[in-house]
């Protein structure tokens, strides 16, 4: 099997992440990019931005970081900036892929009924009616585009809020109160923890980068994220050291120095008491769910 030794990360299918305009909105097919990928997307994720994919026909199998899920149409998901996703298919299905910037996200999440922070998967539940209503407005949303480009930016963003509050209807997690000073908090802590957490902050670092008290921050992480701060560094890590194990080839000790351990035996007896079993083992049972290739999109 060919792995690299960094997660790649992606604007589009074959096109390398780049800045972001202000209010990106990006539409196309999944079999637009047939010639490049012929059904098969490795594992991947964009840094700036979140995707909406609605398998309209066909199916095939989904990876969502180390989750795995054999689907048929229709089926939905939401995928966060970050988050590692892939998928293989037959060249008889096809998606909508609606990808939108995470500060046109940070806007739209106010207004719509879907937590946009965590990734959702959703299949088919084939009595709701709130399929042919995705179906629909995400066909609008793709004709839009083709037509208008960006041109008809507000009619898309409208139609696209819809999609995701049908989403929450459909089974997605209830987004957070964006108004709550504590869910802004716990927020405000999990983006610092996205950038401190390899070099092993006391969670008193956190307290004083976020103007708070060791209180009011350990309360906003358990009511948001159920979690105390402590116990989200650790997942943070955790959550690293298996994208780097199960997508990269880089070795046990390496990985572990990358996420902020500098001994071996000290990383792997975290990982084991967290998962079950050594990181060792746990990289080799979970490598067979990952198809071999390089593509990505």
């Not at 539409?27 to 490795?42: I, N, P, S």
């Not at 995400?138 to 409208?158: D, P, T």
């Not at 869910?183 to 996205?194: E, T």
Request: no cysteine; net charge neutral.
């Amino acid at each position: 099997m060919s792995q690299k030794n960094e997660i790649p990360n992606y604007f589009v299918y074959g096109v390398p992440s780049r800045v972001l305009d202000v209010g990106f909105l990006h539409v196309e097919t999944v079999m637009d990019r047939k010639t490049l990928h012929f059904g098969h997307v490795a594992s991947h994720k964009h840094p700036l931005m979140g995707q909406i994919t609605y398998w309209y026909k066909g199916g095939g199998r989904y990876r969502i970081e180390d989750r795995t899920w054999n689907f048929s149409a229709p089926t939905i998901s939401f995928v966060p900036s970050n988050i590692i996703h892939g998928f293989d298919v037959d060249d008889q299905s096809d998606a909508i892929v609606v990808s939108i910037s995470d500060d046109t996200l940070k806007a739209l999440a106010p207004q719509v009924d879907l937590s946009l922070d965590v990734p959702t998967f959703l299949t088919a539940r084939p009595d709701d009616p709130s399929w042919q209503k995705i179906d629909t407005l995400l066909q609008m949303v793709s004709a839009e585009y083709r037509e208008r480009g960006g041109q008809s930016e507000k009619v898309m963003l409208g139609l696209i809020g819809v999609v995701l509050s049908l989403m929450s209807r459909l089974g997605g997690s209830a987004a957070l109160p964006s108004a709550s000073p504590t869910v802004a908090l716990a927020l405000a802590l999990r983006s610092a923890i996205d950038r401190h957490y390899k070099s092993d902050w006391p969670v008193g670092n956190y307290v004083e980068l976020l103007a708070t008290t060791p209180h009011l921050l350990d309360k906003a992480a358990r009511e948001v994220f159920g979690h105390s701060v402590k116990e989200m560094l650790l997942d943070r890590r955790l959550l690293e050291a298996k994208r780097l194990l199960m997508f990269t080839i880089r070795s046990v000790e390496d990985i572990g120095r990358e996420v902020g351990f500098e001994d071996p035996a000290y990383f792997s007896r975290f990982f084991r008491k967290r998962v079950g079993e050594a990181p060792a083992a746990w990289r080799r049972r979970n490598l067979e769910r990952e198809p071999s290739g390089n593509d990505a999109a």
